[in-house]
């Protein structure tokens, strides 16, 4: 229906309608997934059948995931859906309108404070999704004749939050210190915010925080810390990267989403008072956006108090991480510079991934292709996650598969 109608309201103008179709050549040259498709190795979008735990039912059968950010492995936990059907029952299954006018709930006023205890902040402020966090922080707090610093390996929510301010744009390469330098020294006088994850969500390796916070200091820059894939691996009781390192005094703004460690989705970022008082009032992706459903606020609450009262899970979590980690490198697999249980294995070129993927999944394991522009050209790879619930059985199990296929495509030696 879209097409036809669309087409006849072009007609009215022939010039109209040549530039109008133009509009949608590009909708029919793409083919690049169609081409995975047909080679049946299209590794995206596919279609689960069971909760995202250690283990998934995908077409049918078992298979052990190792390609889901559910660290803690609390999406199934007992708690925490008592705690959303709860909130269905009390408050029903939406807000009906934006935190800024008629959404904001007592259990969303709650749920920030908790926030705000968990990374050391005086407040925080929940968004609907972890991108509109970025977006609507960074378009806020960043203005014309004004600068964001970001790593050039930020999250993609990062980059567009920084296209949408009105600052300058300017990258460093990635974790290079030397470098940030000297984009500090080109920017001394000018107001100036740093931005960067504080662990790199491909490569699942770490930001050199101390020395960010040096620079900083230094050159006089305001710093926030993304930290959706730090916020229940690192620090005490998953408290986040800032308090892995004692840096959280240092760190103006620190956010996190919900869609990892804390089994729901959504975002906050926290910060001093004045601060969150300024983003409540001007982010654009906070004041017309939908406000975060009842369920899920109640979720990530009562996820946040399980991941303090069940220290095991952050413990098992590093456990796993040790044995996948020793395993992987034993076969061979370049695993780059991974510190946390994110860890890359190196497999060349994207059609290497997207083959290896699929054998993976054949043979009953559940992982993601990563392929350029993501990385670099000739350095796709297989990005495994681990859940604090897996079994030491099954990450040998998944582990002698995945050496298995790595010979045979000869990632790793024989």
Known sequence: MVGPAFGSRCLRNSS???????????????????????KDLYNYFRVIESAQTNTVRYQGQEVIMLGSNNYL????????????????????????????????????????EKLAKLVGKEQALVFSTGFMVNQGTLSSMVGRNETIIVDRTDHASIIDGARLSF????????????NLELVLKS??????????DGVFSMEGDIARLPEIVKLAEQYDAGIMVDDAHGVGV?????????????????????????SKSLASVGGFVAGDKDTIHYIQHLARALMFSASMPPASVASVSAAVDVMQEE???????????????????????????????IIPA????????????????????????????AVEPGNALIRLSLMATHTEDEIHKAMDIMAEVGRELGVVPS
């Open 167 to 178: 600052g300058n744009v300017r990258k460093y390469k990635h974790n290079d210190m030397e």
């Open 346 to 373: 190196v497999v060349g070129e994207d059609m290497t991934a997207f083959v290896f993927c699929r054998r993976l999944i054949d043979r009953g394991v559940f992982v993601n292709p990563v392929v350029s522009p």
């Open 73 to 112: 492995g609390l999406t199934n936990h007992p708690q925490v859906k008592e705690a959303a059907q709860a909130a269905i029952a009390k408050y029903g299954t939406g807000c009906a309108g934006s935190r800024f006018l008629n959404g904001t709930l007592d259990i969303h006023i709650e749920l920030e």
């Open 311 to 341: 220290s095991w899970r952050h413990e098992a979590l590093w456990r796993n991480n040790d044995i996948m980690r020793e395993r992987l490198k034993d076969a061979g697999f370049d695993t780059g510079p991974s510190e946390t249980p």
């Open 187 to 196: 920017e001394k006088d000018t107001n100036k915010l740093i931005i960067v």
């Open 234 to 258: 690192l620090g005490d009781h998953g408290r986040g990267t800032c308090n892995h390192f004692g840096l959280t005094d240092k760190v103006d703004l620190i956010m996190g989403t919900f």
């Open 16 to 38: 109209q309608t040549a530039v109008m179709m133009g509009l949608f050549d590009k909708v029919h040259e793409f083919q690049t997934a169609r081409q995975l498709m047909a």
